[in-house]
T-cell receptor, first 111, second 113 residues
Framework: GESVGLHLPTLSVQEGDNSIINCAYS??????FIWYKQESGKGPQFIID?????DKRQGQRVTVLLNKTVKHLSLQIAATQPGDSAVYFC??????????FGRGTSLIVHP | DADVTQTPRNRITKTGKRIMLECSQT?????MYWYRQDPGLGLRLIYY???????NKGEISDGYSVSRQAQAKFSLSLESAIPNQTALYFC????????????FGDGTRLSIL
């Protein structure tokens, strides 16, 4: 059967702090990883991606780190703002080109 | 993403009814997907289509069917709805590039009583 009503992991931070959201992935053959942001009432939106031949990639206020040894991905958000409050999903993708999504982490930013 | 439009946005219906959720896109992407999202869970893939003549089952296709009427349109049907199909449904598109990221609609909230 399926699980329902699971509580999402939650990260609460103060405005201006840096946030780090972690994700463990399962498939050692995955070669491409993506972070999505989902705001309330909206669909997921692409934030940043990284290929498996890299261990770090930076965007505007966001950095993704990849540790293939322990199959771990993290998203760092600098100077977190209230508008960053959302659910963040990591996704991994292998040869099928179909991503597999994690459960998500809820980020709450307090003004 | 306004380029991916889902209708209806909300639907309440009864057990046993046939329901169709529609998705249209103006991004010109060949690939389209239907996902289901339940509270506290990630997105689970129901069906996907890489072009108009291509339909593939995803992780949880039982109880669902799809139709790819055109490059821009991909509809999801529940032939006989049951309460545990109550969920948030998302349509997504992507292009054919190796790094083709998915673009999502804003979802359809479906409640089956």
């Amino acid at each position: 059967g399926e699980s329902v009503g699971l509580h999402l992991p939650t990260l609460s931070v103060q405005e201006g702090d840096n946030s780090i959201i972690n994700c463990a992935y399962s498939n050692s053959a995955s070669d491409y990883f993506i972070w999505y942001k989902q705001e309330s009432g909206k669909g997921p939106q692409f934030i940043i991606d990284i290929r498996s031949n890299m261990d770090k990639r930076q965007g505007q206020r966001v950095t993704v780190l990849l540790n293939k040894t322990v199959k771990h991905l993290s998203l760092q958000i600098a100077a977190t703002q209230p508008g960053d409050s959302a659910v963040y999903f990591c996704a991994e993708r292998g040869g099928s080109y179909i991503p597999t999504f994690g459960r998500g982490t809820s980020l709450i930013v307090h003004p | 993403d306004a380029d991916v439009t889902q209708t209806p946005r909300n639907r309440i219906t009864k057990t046993g009814k046939r329901i169709m959720l529609e998705c249209s896109q103006t991004k010109g992407h060949d690939r389209m997907y239907w996902y289901r999202q339940d509270p506290g869970l990630g997105l689970r893939l129901i069906y996907y289509s890489f072009d108009v003549k291509d339909i593939n089952k995803g992780e949880i296709s039982d109880g669902y069917s799809v139709s790819r009427q055109a490059q821009a349109k991909f509809s999801l049907s529940l032939e006989s709805a049951i309460p545990n199909q109550t969920a948030l449904y998302f349509c997504a598109t992507s292009d054919n590039r190796d790094r083709g990221n998915q673009h999502f609609g804003d979802g359809t909230r479906l409640s089956i009583l």
